[in-house]
């Protein structure tokens, strides 16, 4: 079992960034694939972004590619997301979530790991 504990939300302007983090306790960090999801209110939780295991492959949602990086350091135990150019639309609480299921899902449903979550506020 791991446990997952997302810092780094705030209240930003829009077009400014903030970088989420997710540190990881328990089983090996390594062994899971994690991904970051959100949740506006009234809205389901959503997809942002996923990495493997090894860092070498990510997947981004289209409505943050090119704005978003999602990165990992095994050795801290620790998963990023580095957010730039935000938007009011990316207002959401911020999750990140951990899976051991094979290859690097993108449904939530795939994740059995889930942090607190992390408010994150972008002003226009």
């Known amino acids: 079992q791991v446990q997952l504990v997302e810092t780094g939300g705030g209240l930003v302007q829009a077009g400014g960034s903030l970088r989420l983090s997710c540190a990881a306790s328990g089983r090996t960090f390594s062994a899971y694939a994690m991904a970051w999801f959100r949740q506006a209110p009234g809205k389901e939780r959503e997809f942002v972004a996923s990495i493997s295991r090894s860092a070498t492959t990510t997947y981004y949602a289209d409505v943050v590619q090119g704005r978003f990086t999602v990165s990992r350091d095994n050795a801290k135990n620790t998963v990023y997301l580095q957010m730039n150019n935000l938007k009011p639309e990316d207002a959401a609480v911020y999750y990140c979530?951990?899976?051991?299921?094979?290859?690097?899902?993108?449904?939530?449903?795939?994740?059995?790991?889930w942090g607190q979550g992390t408010q994150v506020t972008v002003s226009s």
């Open positions: 979530a951990a899976t051991l299921v094979y290859g690097i899902p993108i449904m939530s449903a795939d994740y059995n790991y």
